[in-house]
């Protein structure tokens, strides 16, 4: 589980470099200067808790068994939260309207913070391993 969760920390911590660069350059003859800080505050947050898979993946604090459920919360909220704005971000640019699919900010936004909770309450209630 340490190998999953650590690799796809690192998935998101690379794409989230690439959108990055993306919006400071690709966006910018595109898109308003309020769309673009849109943008930067999904890839923000995407760098956030790519870092935060990396450091779950990384140490052996809880039992496998106690990351699991966290660590589908942060991936799951990542794709709702961050990459619903990246699409709202470029909204303009498409036919498509995807204000349609605003609700999955919030919703993404309640399950990172779900699985900061869950972080802590599983950290704080574990046994100690020695």
């Known amino acids: 589980m340490n190998k999953t969760i650590f690799g796809t920390g690192i998935f998101f911590g690379l794409t989230a470099v690439l959108l990055g660069a993306f919006g ?3 966006l910018e003859k595109m898109v308003d200067a309020k769309a673009i800080e849109t943008f930067e ?3 923000r947050y ?3 808790h790519a870092l935060f898979l990396l450091i779950l993946g990384g140490n052996n604090i809880l039992v496998n068994e106690r ?3 966290i660590y589908y919360f942060i991936v799951v909220g990542i794709v709702c939260f961050s990459f619903s704005i990246y699409l709202l971000a470029i909204n303009e640019l498409t036919s498509f309207d995807f204000k349609k699919l605003a609700l999955l900010t919030p ?5 990172l913070i ?9 950290v704080l209630n574990q046994k100690p391993l020695n």
């Open 107 to 111: 919703f993404g936004g309640v399950l």
């Open 46 to 48: 995407q760098m956030y």
């Open 41 to 43: 505050t999904g890839v």
């Open 67 to 69: 990351k699991k459920m």
């Open 114 to 122: 779900t699985g900061w909770i869950l972080l802590g309450i599983r």
């Open 24 to 26: 400071a350059h690709g």
